[in-house]
C-alpha cells in the first residue's frame, strides 16, 4: 500500500527507524502495549498502545493537556484501575531487585500488588493533600501505614520512623501528633510525599503533586523532591500538564496527545529540537526564560472526545501543518536516527510504509 505523501515529507536525513523499543539494561519498569478504556454507554479510548521504559534513578516526564489519559496511565502502571476502567492490552514489566527477574504488574494476585505497591512503587495521587483523613493524627496515619506492611514493627519503631520521614521532607517533628486541617497545603503535600517514601520504593509516580500549591511554595517542594530523589536514587515519573516544569526536572519526556504518546525524548532535545506539532504547540505557549523574548502562542482548539473513533492522527483538527494522508491514516511511529531515546508519531517524517516503522 502506498500512501501519496512523497512530495510533503521534509528533509529529515537523520530521523531513521528502529522496529521497536528495546528494554535496556538499566530499564526499571517497561511499559508495552498498554490500552485503557472507560465502558459504560459510551466507551472511552483513554490511553492507547502505550510504550515507554523507565530507568534507575531518573525523572521521567508525562505531559499533555487535560484528559489525554495522563492519571489513567498511572492508576494503569499500578494495577489499580476499577470498574468501569478496563486494560484491554498491555504488559507492565518490573524488574525486581538485582536478580534479573521481572513481574507483569498486570497479573500480580490481590494480595501480592498490596505487598508491592509502597514498598517497589508508591503513587502521590492527584489532590492527595485534600485526601489526607482530616480528623486523624498524622502519627496514626503513618502508623497505619507502617502496620498494613510491617505488623511487627514496634510502637516506638514506627513513631521513630514517621519522625524521621517527616524531617527528610523539611517539616518539624512536633507536628506529628497534628491533624492535617491544622496544616498548610505545602506542608500536607510534603507529609503526602513522606508517606509514599515509607518503604523507600524504587519508584515513585507523582501525579500533578505541586498544581494546587502557590508558585513559591510549588518551587519549594520541586526543591525538596528533587534533593530527596538524588539522595536516595529512586525513579521517578512525575505527570502535570505543566511542561515547564518539566523541562526544569526531568531527564526524559513523553508527551501525550489524545491516549497516545504523540513524542518521547530526552528532554534537552525536546528543548533544542522538538519534532511533534502538538509538541512544537506547547512549547511556544511557554516563556523561554533563557532565549529571545517572543510572543506566547496557544494551540487553537480543543482536543478530541476521547469516545468517538479518530480516523488518521487524533491532532489533524489543530495541526496547521496537517496534509493529505493526516485524516485517514494513523501516523506512524517514526525513531530518529542517533537519538536512540527520540521518537515521534507524525506523517511529516514519513510513513510506515516508506520507512518500515511500527
Ligand atoms: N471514571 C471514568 N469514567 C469514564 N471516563 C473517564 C473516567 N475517568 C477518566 N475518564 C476519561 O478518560 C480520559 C482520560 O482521563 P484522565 O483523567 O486520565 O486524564 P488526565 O490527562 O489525567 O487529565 P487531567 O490533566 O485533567 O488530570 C478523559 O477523556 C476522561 O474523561
Ligand atoms: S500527522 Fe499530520 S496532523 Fe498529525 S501532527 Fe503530524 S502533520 Fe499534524
Ligand atoms: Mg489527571
Not at 275 to 282: D, K, M, R, W
Request: with cysteine; net charge neutral.
Amino acid at each position: 500500500m502506498t500512501i501519496p505523501f512523497e512530495k510533503h515529507r521534509i528533509p529529515t536525513s537523520d530521523i531513521g527507524v528502529s522496529g521497536s523499543l528495546t528494554t535496556s539494561s538499566a530499564s526499571l519498569l517497561s511499559v508495552r502495549d498498554l490500552s485503557v478504556e472507560y465502558r459504560g454507554e459510551r466507551t472511552t479510548k483513554a490511553v492507547k498502545n502505550v510504550n515507554f521504559e523507565l530507568r534507575k534513578g531518573e525523572i521521567l516526564g508525562i505531559a499533555g493537556e487535560s484528559g489525554c489519559g495522563k492519571s489513567t496511565l498511572a492508576y494503569a502502571i499500578t494495577n489499580m484501575l476499577k470498574h468501569p476502567a478496563y486494560i484491554t492490552s498491555g504488559e507492565v514489566l518490573y524488574a525486581q531487585g538485582d536478580s534479573g527477574n521481572t513481574v507483569d504488574i498486570l497479573r500480580l494476585e490481590h494480595e501480592q500488588l498490596r505487598n508491592f505497591r509502597w514498598t517497589e512503587i508508591s503513587m502521590v495521587f492527584q489532590s492527595a493533600m485534600n485526601a489526607l483523613n482530616p480528623v486523624t493524627s498524622l502519627k496514626k496515619q503513618f502508623s497505619d501505614i507502617f502496620l498494613a506492611h510491617k505488623p511487627g514493627m514496634t510502637k516506638a519503631e514506627r513513631l521513630e520512623k514517621s519522625i524521621r520521614l517527616l524531617e527528610m521532607v523539611g517539616l518539624n517533628k512536633n507536628i506529628i501528633n497534628q491533624f492535617p486541617h491544622e496544616l498548610s497545603g505545602g506542608m500536607r503535600q510534603r507529609v503526602v510525599i513522606a508517606m509514599a517514601l515509607c518503604y523507600m520504593p524504587n519508584i515513585v509516580i507523582m501525579d500533578e503533586p505541586t498544581t494546587a500549591l502557590d508558585v513559591v511554595i510549588q518551587r519549594d517542594i520541586l526543591d525538596e523532591i528533587i534533593r530527596l530523589q538524588k539522595e536516595l536514587n529512586f525513579s521517578i515519573i512525575f505527570i502535570t500538564h505543566d511542561i515547564s516544569l518539566l523541562l526544569e526536572i526531568s531527564d526524559r519526556l513523553l508527551i501525550m496527545y489524545a491516549g497516545e504518546i504523540a513524542e518521547q525524548a530526552r528532554t534537552e532535545a525536546i528543548v533544542s529540537r522538538a519534532l511533534h506539532p502538538y509538541t512544537n504547540g506547547i512549547m511556544l505557549s511557554i516563556p523561554d526564560l533563557y532565549g529571545q523574548r517572543r510572543e506566547l502562542r496557544g494551540i487553537p482548539g480543543m482536543p478530541p472526545d476521547l469516545s468517538l473513533d479518530i480516523p488518521g492522527c487524533p491532532f489533524r483538527p489543530r495541526c496547521s501543518e496537517a496534509f493529505e494522508p493526516c485524516s485517514t491514516w494513523p501516523p506512524p511511529k517514526i525513531f530518529v536516527a542517533n537519538e536512540p531515546d527520540h521518537f515521534v508519531r507524525c506523517h511529516k517524517y514519513g510513513s510506515s510504509d516508506f520507512m518500515g516503522g511500527a
